[in-house]
């Protein structure tokens, strides 16, 4: 036999039963981003690289991103992220946008890495973002937004958590030591491996980038302390604020979350699950240089992206996602009697979508039985039969596929009486 072809290394095939998980993250994001008064928005799939080596930092373009060469001899790349096709947009309009600006968006990117548990190298993102606002207000409503979003998808402070710190907060600490700025970013970096790395590793690659054995040593009380964040009043204020919007439980102070994209210059926070079975569920923050970095005027902002995997994996570790999630969105099967009834069974079909009531038909005239377990079978509540018996009293049989039972009933009654059964059902 002729070999299969496979799909490409680190890419995904949606099955009707993975499709659905992905519509059902996008339609809490949806619900969740709305309930914010925020607008969706996109940008192309494809970008010039020259975008991202502005303020991505060198792994993400070098390594991490897909690169070719468009038949002009441009360097185009699928874009890894979408942050900085964000500052463009805004850069292009910028004296025309109303601020503050509440954008989201969802769709998918490509990183070329290696494959493993909660990664692939083409996934999809919600990404949502505060421009044109610095101040902790904006930086407590992004954070809110993410633990909507856990709390709307099932999960709860037991569960997951969202750790918060703040680059500023930290980059006084580290003025405070006498940490050179020099060494700030390479000092960024190794906060962001701490839990990534056995200890005796950390410290020596602290001590690779030049950190004395003082200087290590403070970095180390630095992270030790979870009451840093007292510190800071921007920091006081941003979580009295999520205190008052009843979300306070989902999120807490941690000195080791500095995040390892340069273009953060503020708050910064990821989300985890309290366990640490899984990566890291979503993570951003504030990032003020960026429109200026890719040609604009200095505009503050904040923002956070979350993955389809790992949050994918969460709700199943703990049961949150819907239980009917493949099944057909057509809760009404109508059945062919026989080859003469195909035509008043595609009728009653149409007439069934016209008022509103998905209806799937069954394509061929066979043993009634076996429609029935096909529709069982879908996740569907109701089969309507169209015998000669039916046609002639312009009635339909309708059969409820959990009980068995079955009635009679004319057809033009046979829409309300549908209407109001998957009406109660949605509402359960």
Known sequence: MKAAVQSVKGTRDFYPEEMAVRNFLYATARKVSESFGYQEWDAPFLETIELYA????????????????????????????????????????????????????????WRYERPQ?????????????????DTPEADAEIVAIAASFLRAAGLSPDQV?????????????????????????????????????PPAEWEAYGAEVGLTPEWLAGLKAILADNRLWRKADGM?????????????????????????????TGTVFEAWDRAGEFRAILGGGRYDNLVADVGGEP???????????????????????????????AKVLVTIFDENSVAAAFKLAAALRQAGVNAAIYPEATRLARQFKYGDRMGMRFAVVL??????????????LRTGEQQLLPQDELVEMLRSHLGEASAA
């Open 117 to 133: 548990k909660g990664r692939t190298r083409e996934f999809f993102q919600w990404n949502i973002d505060l421009i044109g606002v």
């Open 54 to 109: 502005a303020k991505s930092g060198e792994e993400l373009v070098d390594k991490q991103s897909f690169v070719f060469s468009d038949r002009g001899g441009d360097l185009i790349t699928l874009r890894p992220e979408l942050t900085p096709s964000l500052a463009r947009l805004v850069t292009q309009r910028q004296k025309q946008l109303v601020y503050p600006l509440r954008w989201w968006s969802w769709g998918p990117f």
């Open 236 to 264: 006081q204020k941003f979580f009295a604020y999520l205190d008052a919007l009843g979300l306070g439980t989902y999120v807490r102070y941690a000195p080791q979350i500095v995040r390892g994209l340069d273009y953060y």
């Open 161 to 197: 958590s969202i750790l918060v710190n703040n680059r500023e907060l930290m980059e006084n600490e580290l003025t405070a030591l006498g940490i050179p700025a020099e060494f700030r970013n390479d000092v960024f970096r190794l906060i962001d491996r701490r839990d990534k790395m």
């Open 387 to 400: 015998g000669p018996d039916e046609q002639a009293q312009g009635a339909a049989a309708l059969k409820d």
């Open 299 to 329: 505009l503050p902002a904040t923002g956070f992206a979350m993955g389809d995997l790992v949050i994918s994996l969460v709700l199943k570790k703990f049961g949150c996602l819907p239980p009917d999630l493949s099944a057909s969105p």
